[in-house]
């Protein structure tokens, strides 16, 4: 692995949006000796897949994966992200999170969220979704939402369960559990990482099929607030 090296993988549909976000990317501030990589993966199979293919072909020991419609606005996000991750029991940072994984399994659901993400999902409408803020620098949580996970550690994304576009997410978090490290959300009171612009939809009808899968595989190991 190159220590000092970042990748940024995104699994890309739409040129316009990538352009975009990677337009963000390359205007952010490197620290000296470090080297920044984009890796566009087009006509993955699955959110899994193409985030696999791509881990597997990059040696950037830290990890950027984020979704193409995620404009990264935090410009000392590499400074930032190696600070956090000089604590080598961290795997993994998101910008929202859920403290405790909910019996359902899905994060938005849970007592206590954590992080901030500006929504922009048309035109002229811009939401601040603030959820709490740790009290220091960063909080661990159970769970990040995928339009924005950095790693520091290579593990498997499961390509085996997941193999469509949902909780693949989540199911990170919980591997990186398993192999004994923390997720954490860091703190964004003074300012925000990340806008995310997606398109206003209804949750797929294949949402619930994978959230079964999910709970199958971690409903045992979750540990849901009351």
């Known amino acids: 692995m190159n220590q000092k090296k970042c990748a940024f993988i995104t699994c890309v549909n739409d040129e316009d949006w990538y352009s975009e976000c990677a337009l963000y990317i390359r205007h952010l501030i490197i620290p000296n000796g470090f080297s920044v990589e984009l890796i566009p993966v087009r006509d993955a199979p699955s959110m899994t897949a193409g985030y696999q293919a791509a881990m597997l072909q990059s040696?950037?020991?830290y990890k950027i994966y984020?979704?193409?419609?995620?404009l990264v606005v935090n410009k000392n996000l590499v400074a930032d992200l190696l600070n956090i991750?000089?604590?080598p029991t961290i795997g993994a940072v998101g910008v929202i999170g859920c403290?405790?994984?909910p019996q359902s399994g899905v994060w938005w659901d849970g007592l206590r969220t954590y992080g901030r993400v500006?929504?922009?999902?048309?035109?002229?409408s811009v939401v601040d979704s603030h959820c709490s803020e740790p009290d220091g620098s960063f909080i661990d949580v159970e769970s990040v939402d995928g339009l924005f996970i950095a790693t520091q550690y290579d593990l498997t994304w499961r390509a085996d369960l997941f193999d469509g576009w949902h909780l693949y997410d989540t199911s990170l978090c919980m591997e990186m559990h398993r192999a004994g490290f923390r997720v954490v959300v860091p703190n964004q009171d003074d300012d925000f990482w990340c806008v995310h612009c997606p398109k206003e939809k209804?949750?797929?009808p294949t949402y619930k099929r994978y959230q079964k899968i999910f709970l199958r595989e971690y409903g045992r190991e979750l540990n849901p607030e009351v």
């Not at 500006?118 to 002229?124: D, N, V, Y």
Request: charged share 30%; net charge negative; with cysteine.
């Open 118 to 124: 500006l929504h922009a999902c048309e035109p002229e």
């Open 99 to 101: 403290k405790n994984l």
């Open 59 to 61: 040696d950037a020991k």
């Open 202 to 204: 209804p949750l797929a």
């Open 66 to 70: 984020l979704h193409q419609d995620t």
């Open 85 to 87: 991750f000089s604590d």
